[in-house]
């Protein structure tokens, strides 16, 4: 007997839920949970004029991860660096700048496998830029892939002919061709 009752219970709690809930004709069909509508209260009790909304946002998650990132790559910790850039892809995996550090950093460490992934979307994010070509070079010189590292050197070169990086890369690999060092 008593299971009847706790059923009966439970449905009318429900009942009474559901008796709460509004329902809104929308015009266009569409919910929009981030722009509030005029006239809206927050929690607090005050109205949402004045409010900033997402598309109003100039912070995105990964601008700290980046920004130390970048730090610990000109200090030349590059594990760590590395660890801050992957951090940073997974908090906005659209952050092409990210993956190109993520990229580099994973050079500086050996680590050309993920280095190649990385390098392979931060294309697809970011496309063909004069960074892009640069530190994809630096790649390939670090790995003594000579020719691989000359014709992205090129590339970033003709995109910015003006870039004293790419122009010191540039003879960087030229003087790597003519000092051969074999252990």
Do not use: H
Not at 62 to 76: G, I, L, N
Not at 113 to 120: E, H, I, P, V
Request: with cysteine; glycine share 8%.
């Amino acid at each position: 007997m008593i299971r009847p009752k706790r059923f009966a219970f439970a449905i009318s709690l429900l009942l009474v839920f559901l008796a709460g809930c509004q329902t809104k004709d929308i015009a266009d069909g569409v919910v929009r949970t981030n722009e509030p509508a005029k006239g809206d209260y927050t929690a607090f009790g005050d109205t949402f004029d004045g409010l900033k909304t997402v598309s109003d946002v100039d912070y995105y998650a990964s601008d700290q991860a980046v920004t130390e990132a970048k730090t610990q790559f000109r200090s030349e910790n590059y594990g760590n660096a590395g660890a801050l850039f992957y951090k940073a892809t997974r908090l906005a995996p659209n952050d092409g700048v990210a993956w190109l550090g993520l990229a580099a950093s994973c050079d500086r460490i050996r680590r050309f496998d993920l280095a190649d992934l990385a390098y392979g979307r931060a294309y697809r994010l970011l496309g063909a830029t004069p960074e892009y070509y640069n530190n994809l070079g630096y790649s390939y010189l670090l790995r003594g892939k000579l020719q691989e590292a000359r014709t992205n050197f090129l590339r970033a070169y003709e995109l910015a002919p003006n870039d004293p990086t790419v122009a010191n890369n540039l003879k960087l690999l030229s003087s790597s061709v003519r000092n051969i060092e074999r252990s």
